[in-house]
């Protein structure tokens, strides 16, 4: 069985400095709501836990679905860098940007670069289609999985937090989609935004989602991760002969009392079963009183025709 890790939405903190000429843009209302607000929230103590835990239930690879930063400054790509290489290398972990790591247009060797190695194809893997200049969506092959990242991250107006996949990302992920069909590989789409209408106020939604769900309905996947909303989300959209689930994980950093609202981060555990596949999750929840991540739930993710759904799971763990 192959353990798959999920994390998203770190928002790294404390902020570094910041001086007042990186505040005359969109960076202004995050910094103020930050100050006022989600500085209380998100806390680098329960990211910490997170990855005590995450190091001691030893996954076969992790993928992170974006908002590793808050305002886009370039020190916290630098810190945020760190951070990553303290987690692990390269290859054991990948990821896809949020819309928070895209607050404002900067530079590549200011901002993403930062991470690049974290979001790249495999080296074999020949380029496909008209891949979009930022190289997304990338492929890793890891175990039975094939982890196809996909980029939303664009600036947006103030208030806003909308995200954008565009023309050239979508071709491309047609191609990989139809390629991958008939390769044998348990296929994860990790995308920040969820895919799905109604998920995200309009303010927040992807933008282009119905391009995205149109060749999943042709080409099929297995599973799609994603983040962005800070609250555990479950659903599903159409694929080719069966739905696909769709799951998204709270924030790995969030102090939040609210069921399914406070940190956690979900292992998934896939398998062959015959000519059929099979995912176990568990959900791994931070505790206040403890200070720890402890196992809430398991559950099996079954996609049978017509529907997908998380069934309660009464025996193994993954």
Not at 126 to 152: H, K, M, Q
Not at 159 to 179: I, K, S, V
Not at 227 to 237: L, P, R, T, W
């Amino acid at each position: 069985m192959f353990r798959l890790a999920h994390i998203s939405d770190l928002h790294l903190a404390p902020l570094p400095r910041v001086g007042l000429s990186e505040l005359a843009n969109q960076r202004l209302l995050g910094y103020l709501s930050w100050r006022l607000r989600r500085h209380r929230k998100h806390r680098r103590a329960v990211l910490d836990a997170l990855v005590r835990d995450l190091r001691s239930t030893r996954p076969d690879h992790v993928a992170i679905t974006g908002d590793l930063v808050n305002l886009g400054l370039p020190a916290e790509f630098e810190r945020a860098a760190t951070w990553l290489r303290g987690l692990g290398p390269p290859d054991w972990v990948s990821l896809v940007p949020g819309n928070h790591d895209a607050y404002v247009p900067l530079p590549p060797a200011a901002g993403w670069d930062h991470w690049r190695d974290y979001a790249t194809s495999d080296p074999d893997v020949p380029e496909v289609g008209s891949v979009a200049a930022d190289g997304f969506p990338f492929l890793r092959r890891r175990g039975p999985l094939a982890l196809v990242g996909l980029s939303t991250a664009a600036p947006s107006p103030p208030t806003f937090a909308t995200g954008h996949l565009g023309d050239a990302q979508l071709e491309a992920l047609d191609h990989l989609l139809e390629r991958l069909a008939t390769s044998g590989h348990y296929r994860v789409l990790l995308i920040h935004h969820p895919p799905q209408d109604g998920v995200s106020a309009s303010h927040k939604r992807l933008i282009d989602a119905a391009g995205l769900r149109d060749i999943v309905a042709r080409r099929g996947a297995e599973l799609i991760l994603h983040g962005h909303e800070h609250v555990f989300v479950s659903g599903q959209i159409g694929g080719a002969g069966r739905p696909v689930p769709v799951i998204g994980v709270p924030s790995a950093s969030k102090q939040d009392p609210r069921p399914g609202h406070g940190a956690q981060y979900h292992v998934y555990g896939i398998e062959r079963d015959g000519d059929r596949w099979r995912c176990h999750l568990e959900i791994r929840r931070f505790s206040p009183e403890s200070g720890c991540f402890d196992l809430a739930s398991r559950l099996i993710v079954a996609a049978a025709p017509g529907v997908a759904r998380l069934e309660p799971e009464a025996a193994a763990s993954c």
